[in-house]
Nanobody, 128 residues
Framework: QVQLVESGGGLVQAGGSLRLSCAAS????????MGWFRQAPGKKLECVSA????????YYADSVKGRFTISRDNAQNTVLLQMNSLKPEDTAVYYC?????????????????????WGQGTQVTVSS
């Protein structure tokens, strides 16, 4: 069983920054594919970013490229999402997700079905 706890959400003005953190349980965090998803009111869940087990491969949605940065610290069992130049359309509940079973160390995935474990979500609100 993997437990994920997100933190770092909040209210920020457009153009501001937030850093989301996700702390994962388990002794083999370095084996986890990690992703960040978000869901805005009335919209589908979308993958914002993902990072491979070894941290060498990353994915960013087009809407956040150049503004968001994902990273992981395998020693601290943590994955971070640095969000800069935030826009009102970034307002959503952000979820951390993990797949502890992926085999390839450089594999990334954007599909929700890939991920077995999810955090409770953290609200990000960007005011205009």
């Amino acid at each position: 069983q993997v437990q994920l706890v997100e933190s770092g959400g909040g209210l920020v003005q457009a153009g501001g920054s937030l850093r989301l953190s996700c702390a994962a349980s388990g002794r083999t965090f370095s084996n986890y594919l990690m992703g960040w998803f978000r869901q805005a009111p009335g919209k589908k869940l979308e993958c914002v970013s993902a990072i491979s087990r070894n941290g060498e491969n990353t994915y960013y949605a087009d809407s956040v490229k150049g503004r968001f940065t994902i990273s992981r610290d395998n020693a601290q069992n943590t994955v971070l999402l640095q969000m800069n130049s935030l826009k009102p359309e970034d307002t959503a509940v952000y979820y951390c997700a993990a797949d502890p079973t992926v085999y390839y160390r450089d594999y990334v995935s954007t599909t929700r079905e890939q991920y077995d474990y999810w955090g409770q979500g953290t609200q990000v609100t960007v005011s205009s």
